[in-house]
Nanobody, 122 residues
Framework: HVQLVESGGGAVQAGGSLNLSCTAS????????MAWFRQAPGKEREGVAA???????SYADSVKGRFTISQDNAKNTVYLQMDSLMPEDSAVYFC?????????????????WGQGTQVTVS
């Protein structure tokens, strides 16, 4: 079992940047596939980026070239660097973890979830 805590959300103007952090309660997370999802009001939750235990990364088409997922094992933390933000990026961003490799952004297979952090782009 691993607990996930997100931070780094906030309000920013279009074109700006934010760096979200997801800190895991144990280094067990290193064996997991870690992902960022987001959910805007009235919309379904969607996958944004993922990184597996081999540090292979995957991105939704909507954020490719603008968002970067990375991890720092010394800090048990996964990051989501978000650049060139647009109003449509506004959402609650969630960190999630699952065992095994990344296959897709099916949120039903992710076992552990953080509480979410709000990102607002105006």
């Amino acid at each position: 079992h691993v607990q996930l805590v997100e931070s780094g959300g906030g309000a920013v103007q279009a074109g700006g940047s934010l760096n979200l952090s997801c800190t895991a309660s144990s280094n067990e997370y290193r064996t997991y596939c870690m992902a960022w999802f987001r959910q805007a009001p009235g919309k379904e939750r969607e996958g944004v980026a993922a990184i597996d235990s081999e540090r292979r990364t995957s991105y939704a088409d909507s954020v490719k070239g603008r968002f970067t997922i990375s991890q720092d094992n010394a800090k048990n933390t996964v990051y989501l660097q978000m650049d060139s933000l647009m109003p449509e990026d506004s959402a609650v961003y969630f960190c999630a973890a699952k065992s095994g490799w990344f296959y897709n952004f099916d949120d039903t297979v992710y076992t552990f979830w953080g509480q979410g952090t709000q990102v607002t782009v105006s």
